[in-house]
Every structure is written in C-alpha cells, then in structure tokens.
C-alpha cells in the first residue's frame, strides 16, 4: 500500500440511508443487513477505509436485498485509515494476515446462530483475509474485488469457489497478474472460478467510486457480477420454522 491508489477517494460521510444496523457478533462491531432468518450469509471484508464507508454498507444492502444476510465486521477496531495516516504506519498496526484470526470468530458466530453457509467478499485489504479464509474452506465461497497482497501462491491454495474482480489500472494486481491467478485456476478444475477484467476502471472502482454516471454505472456492473457468483455458488437458504 506503497502507492497512492488504495487510499484515493476516501469514503464520505454517510447519507443515513442505509437499511441495516450495528449489532456486536463474536466481539466486533458488525453492521448487518437483511433477513436475520437467512441460513445464508455474506461476510463483506472493507477495504482500510473500514466497515462504516457508506457505499461499502450500500453493497451490503444491495446483498441482503437478493435474500443474503450480510454483515460488514469492523476489522480495525474503530481505527480505520484515515487520509491524514502514513500508510505503512498504519499497515503495521492492521497488517491483512493476522485479521483473518478475527474474521474466523465472526463466522463461527454466525453459525452457531443457525447460518449454515457462509461466503465472503473482500475489498483492496480485505481481499487477502478472504483469501486466507478460503484455503482453509472456514467459507464456502469467495470474492476478491481489486486484490491487495494476494499472491499466486495464495490462489493456488484456495479451496472453495473463488472470483476475482480486477481493474484494468492497478499497481496492486494488474492484469497480467490477474491473468496468473486465472490459469492457476484454470489448472485446478475441483475449484470453480469467475475472473474479469472491468475495462475503464482502476483500483479501488468497486467500492471507492466518484459519483459520476460511468464510474456508478462501472461499479453496478462489478456488483451485480458479484451477485450473480454468489448467486450461481450459493443459493440463498431459508429457516424453514
């Protein structure tokens, strides 16, 4: 996080229109949204800007919205970066590995209350957690949204379906690289895949767009993409109480 890309745009304040809330699960402050008698649910793994950036609780409505309970965790405990931050100062307080010890616990809550499958979705920062997640299969599927930290060799070890959203501009997963984590997959056919390449975007597009008509539109697109794979991996399960 080197280079300037993963901390453009940072979120604004928020409109106050979002329809989930803040509950407290295995210890984090989480915001959820949707049907609490889901058996299905989304965990949605922010970027550093945190888990109250108003267009990442957005996503999390639109994935309620298609029957998922979706729940956003705050990974950083109320200590999200901030524009005025030295980025590796920060790093070094909430590197992406050891995060993944505070995410499983999550999950486990979540289970215990009746959610029997569990996908995960994770931006930027949030896409290396996702991927520790999934080689472990501590979920059922996942999504990696303009990667940060992956490397080939974390591909390589995923054990659940796994899409990988990348822009065409970005320093941190570029093309070409995106393009390897494709026939790293390809070459495991037990592990289904989706891998695209959104033309016109740059790193960060589908949480931390601007708001103007092309990069919304860019970024619906990556959403509902996002919901089809879910969608296509994880049908939505309902109590049957």
């Given at each position: ?18 329809s ?19 058996k ?8 550093v ?27 950083f ?83 659940v ?5 990348g ?75």
């Amino acid at each position: 996080m080197s280079g300037p890309a993963c901390c453009d745009n940072p979120p604004g304040a928020s409109s106050g229109d979002e329809s989930g809330e803040i509950k407290q699960i295995a210890s984090l402050n989480s915001y959820v949204s949707g049907n609490s008698d889901s058996k299905t649910a989304i965990l949605l793994i922010s970027d550093v800007y945190g888990y109250e950036a108003p267009k990442l609780r957005q996503i999390a409505d639109k994935v309620a919205s298609a029957g998922y309970y979706a729940v956003v965790p705050d990974l950083f405990s109320g200590d999200p970066f901030i524009p005025k931050t030295q980025p590796q100062e920060w790093l070094k307080k909430h590197p992406a590995l050891p995060a993944v010890d505070f995410a499983k616990p999550v999950i486990h809550a979540l289970k215990e209350k009746g959610i029997s499958k569990v996908g995960a979705a994770g931006f930027c920062w949030g896409a290396k957690v996702v991927v520790e997640l999934a080689k472990d299969a501590d979920i059922q599927v996942a999504a990696l949204l303009h990667p940060s930290f992956v490397t080939l060799d974390d591909i390589k070890e995923v054990k659940v379906p796994v899409g990988i959203f990348g822009a065409e501009v970005d320093n941190f997963s570029p093309p070409e690289v995106v393009k390897q984590f494709q026939a790293a997959l390809e070459a495991k056919p037990e592990v289904d895949h989706f891998v695209k390449i959104y033309a016109g975007t740059s790193h960060g597009w589908a949480v931390r767009y601007k708001d103007d008509i092309t990069a919304v539109e860019r970024a619906q697109g990556a959403h509902r993409d996002l919901l089809g794979w879910f969608g296509k991996c994880l049908p939505v399960a309902h109590s049957t109480l």
